[in-house]
């Protein structure tokens, strides 16, 4: 079974610039979620898709990050303008049930 | 607002000796309760869960201890290898139209050869 896939990588940008993170989830699994970790701190809840909808986004700074899932599978998650303080790891994961299956994570670096 | 706290950042352990990783939850309502496991580079994994309504779950090396009036769990790993060396993170998820999970800000176990 394939697990979470993630994309890029590794991502250097400059302040005020937009970056985008792909996420592609394990096959049939109906939850999908956004979290940003910064070192030395747990996973932080950014977003959480049930299917197409949105189940809790109360976390997401919505002036400048977004995200989207498309057809229920794929997602993208999006920071315009990026902050220094947005310097973490963005991790997806999916779910079919409570246990989450995460990807390696995006390390995002903002000069 | 902590709900789930993991209070000791680092534990160094023997190999072969046990190690004991404690988190506390603030939350009545938390449905399950799991671990997960974190090497450099690599995004958490999945090590092991307990329900609720349970107070103990074994998995090879590995058991979860449930202390609900105490609202405080704990992972054993015995004996402890060092490849268990790792980031282990406490998690409690609660089920509202979806499951909400709130991570601890982990663990870093170091065991010894």
């Known amino acids: 079974e394939a697990g979470v896939a993630q994309s890029p990588r590794y991502k250097i940008i400059e302040k005020r610039q937009s970056v985008a993170f792909w996420c592609n989830p394990i096959s049939g699994h109906a939850t999908l979620y956004w979290y940003q970790q910064i070192l030395g701190q747990g996973p932080k809840l950014l977003i959480q898709f049930q299917n197409n909808g949105v189940v809790d986004d109360s976390q997401l700074p919505k002036d400048r990050f977004s995200a989207e899932r498309l057809k229920g599978v794929d997602s993208t998650l999006k920071i315009q303008p990026a902050k220094l303080e947005d310097s973490a790891v963005y991790l997806c994961?999916?779910?079919?049930?409570?246990?989450?299956?995460f990807g390696p994570g995006t390390r995002l670096t903002v000069t | 607002d902590q709900q789930v706290k993991q209070n000791s950042p680092s534990l160094s352990v023997q190999e072969g000796r046990i190690s004991i990783l404690n988190c506390d939850y603030t939350n009545s309502m938390f449905d399950y309760f799991l671990w997960y496991k974190k090497y450099p580079a690599e995004g958490p994994t999945f090590l092991i869960s307990?329900?609720?309504?349970?107070d103990k779950n074994e998995d090879g090396r590995f058991t979860v201890f449930l202390n609900k009036s105490a609202k405080h769990l704990s992972l054993h790993i015995v004996p402890s290898q060092p490849g268990d060396s790792a980031v282990y993170f406490c998690?409690?998820?609660?089920?509202?139209?979806?499951?909400?999970?709130?991570f601890g800000a982990g663990t870093r176990l170091f065991v010894k050869a």
């Open positions: 998690a409690a998820t609660s089920y509202t139209g979806g499951f909400k999970t709130i």
């Open positions: 994961a999916s779910s079919s049930v409570h246990e989450q299956y």
């Open positions: 307990i329900s609720s309504i349970k």
